[in-house]
């Protein structure tokens, strides 16, 4: 009789213990879902539509920019970056961040050459830029120029345009060499030459 109490009793306790954890488990199933929405609020299109209606791009513009571009948030910083940075307008950087391959170098292009230049043709640094392939080399020649070389800021972009598009020519247009395994040499072809047997010509019947 003592032994059935004691069932009894542990069957309470645990049916006691049991209905909390089962009322907590089954509250956090309920919240988990909500708090990973709440958390992916706070992505790459989040942070690119908060950084460019900060720089003064319409909420419908911000919106459509952010939805198309394949790294929103480089395209966002990209933006951000040339607005605060030079004298350039965000709503002017816009589509260009848009069309570059690489926003981040675009911005870094755009910077440096409106650093030396003194601010003086901002938007053409946009377009040469935005037009260049390698747009952190394309920086780089006119800043090394221009810090070096008195040339009008027009003929330093043209010149390192120029440049940047023949060597991309010469880079695609080369033929790779060939890799070779270690220890080995290149094959030469080379003539044989004749062995003494051949040079005398073979006498009429005989063989």
Same mark, same amino acid.
């Given at each position: ?5 004691? !069932?009894?009793?542990?069957?309470? &306790? ?14 956090? &199933? ?12 706070? =992505? ?32 966002? !910083? ?7 940075? &030079? ?34 043709? =901002?938007?053409?640094?946009? =377009? ?27 003929? !330093? ?37 004749? &062995? ?10 005989? =063989?």
């Amino acid at each position: 009789m003592l032994k059935s109490k004691k !069932a009894v009793s542990k069957g309470q &306790t645990f049916g006691i213990i049991t209905v909390p954890v089962l009322a907590i488990t089954g509250l956090l &199933t309920a919240i988990l879902p909500d708090m990973a929405i709440a958390a992916s609020y706070r =992505n790459d299109y989040s942070v690119c539509a908060e950084g460019l209606v900060k720089a003064g791009i319409t909420p419908e513009a911000a919106s459509q920019g952010c939805a198309k571009a394949l790294r929103p948030r480089d395209f966002g !910083a990209c933006v951000v970056k040339i607005d605060r940075q &030079t004298e350039i307008a965000a709503v002017d950087a816009l589509s260009y961040c848009g069309r570059a391959r690489r926003p981040e170098d675009l911005a870094t292009c755009v910077v440096g050459v409106s650093s030396i230049t003194q601010e003086a043709i =901002n938007p053409a640094a946009l =377009n040469y830029c935005g037009r260049s392939l390698l747009p952190v080399r394309f920086g780089q020649c006119v800043v090394g120029l221009l810090s070096k070389i008195e040339l009008p800021p027009n003929q !330093a972009l043209d010149t390192c345009i120029d440049g940047s598009d023949s060597s991309l020519i010469g880079v695609s247009s080369s033929t790779p060499p060939t890799l070779l395994p270690a220890g080995s040499s290149p094959s030469l072809e080379t003539t044989p030459v004749p &062995t003494e047997q051949q040079l005398i010509p073979s006498q009429p019947g005989s =063989n």
